[in-house]
């Protein structure tokens, strides 16, 4: 019965707000037509999803028009089905995109917040994509994109940030990284391409360990 409760009262709180006002207060926005949230609960929901990763929340709209809104702590992944004339091929991994929430540190207020990440990669080292939303002028029109910014999960909430991505991610891998330099160049994979990146943890993470 709790269970029920609250997530009809967290429903409810999406009808308070239009879609402007929750742009404002939830920012940056991913929409998609076709997806599902599961909880921790174990209940699923399918149907339009919006997705904001710098606020940890993400919102289910059903066939009925019911609008659901979840917090992050409440979700275990969020997945959605991407329509590839979307994503250019640099950033294309699959349709089938997975999101799941993180407990880190937000670099400009330096406090713990909870946020979104794409999981792009298998584990036990997992691969995440974090895209930021830029926007760019060209022949006097304004046109938005997006940036990609990488990092490896190491646990629940562990998130290691991939800010020079080469050197970082080898240097995690140290006793590794002769084995992946090779991998990469004899498969021209770069590790600025979210595709070819997840290529090469997904190879990093199936090398044994080195013996001692």
């Known amino acids: ?63 009925s028009d019911s609008v659901y809104t979840f917090a992050a702590p409440m979700v275990q992944c969020v997945a959605v089905e991407e329509q590839q004339e979307r994503i250019t091929a640099d950033k294309l991994v699959s349709t089938l995109r997975v999101f799941r929430p993180y407990y880190v540190l937000n670099k400009s207020s330096l406090q713990p917040t909870w946020a979104f990440f794409e999981q792009i990669s298998d584990g036990p080292v997992a691969l995440l994509r974090y895209q930021r939303p830029s926007q760019y002028v060209s022949a006097n029109m304004v046109y938005s994109t997006s940036v990609d ?6 646990g629940t909430n562990n998130v290691l ?7 970082d991610l080898l240097a995690f891998f140290k006793q590794k990284a002769p084995q992946i330099e090779q991998y990469a160049k004899e498969n021209n994979l770069h590790y600025t391409n979210a595709r070819e990146l997840a290529f090469i943890v997904n190879y990093a993470n199936s090398l044994p360990a080195p013996q001692p």
Do not use: E
């Open 1 to 63: 019965m709790w269970k029920r409760w609250k997530i009809t009262v967290i429903g409810l709180l999406s009808l308070v707000f239009s879609q402007a006002t929750q742009a404002q207060f939830f920012g940056y926005a991913q929409q998609y037509a076709v997806g599902a949230v599961v909880l921790t609960s174990g209940t699923q929901l399918r149907g339009t999803v919006m997705l904001y990763p710098a606020r940890g929340v993400v919102q289910v709209k059903k066939a």
């Open 149 to 154: 910014n990488f990092f490896l999960a190491l």
């Open 161 to 167: 940030p991939l800010r020079a991505t080469k050197k």
